[in-house]
């Protein structure tokens, strides 16, 4: 779907909602998608992408950020102590601070460089056994450490379960960023960024709905 369908769709939903669309941030998702899809992105002219895995992420991004000017980069995946630094070279934000280890990690390296993203907690809204996140009930508890380290919380995530509406997910993860006084909510996706939008959402993440369905490696 072409780039301003989707940006026609969070207008409406948006309106519709009461808010303004450019509270709104699309982060185009272009993990596993051939680079001439991602490029024809750039060239009209999107700049805010994600990207799940920090190795995917450092062997395209550096190249297009030559080209093209003031790349926001937001890594949405799962993150390896190990690729912390790597991660925190290359990415504007993360989505996936999900653990106390990971925080202590980040603060180091912040501490080193003088550098650090923007940070979202993500939070394992359905408790699902597979999936990462802090468990819901131990956020403001998380927030509040993450905040004693002086990390740059922004604000928080989650992914639903696939087999459940959407909406008591976001409804959920809005009620707990409220009440931590957090404004930033990193939820929705091809499938649901209307219904995040209508409850919150700040940064939605599009993948497949922008660039078609990804190409199996
Ligand atoms: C892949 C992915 C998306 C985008 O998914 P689509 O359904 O293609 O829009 C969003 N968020 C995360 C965390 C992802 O891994």
Redesign the pocket.
Known sequence: MPLKDIQERMKVAAQSAGRKVDDIRLIA?S?VQPNERVESVLEEGHRVF?E?RVQEAASKWPDFCERYDNIDLHL??PLQSNKVRQAMELANAIHTLDRPKLAKTIVRIAQETGNCPELFIQVNTGEEPQKAGIAPKETDQFVAECRGLNLPIVGLMC?PPIDEEPSLHFALLAKIAERNGLTGLSMG???DFERAIALGATHI?????IFGE?VPT
């Open positions: 998702v993990k994600g799940n949405i995946g992914i996706m091809s499938s993440r599009v993948g497949s709905a990804r």
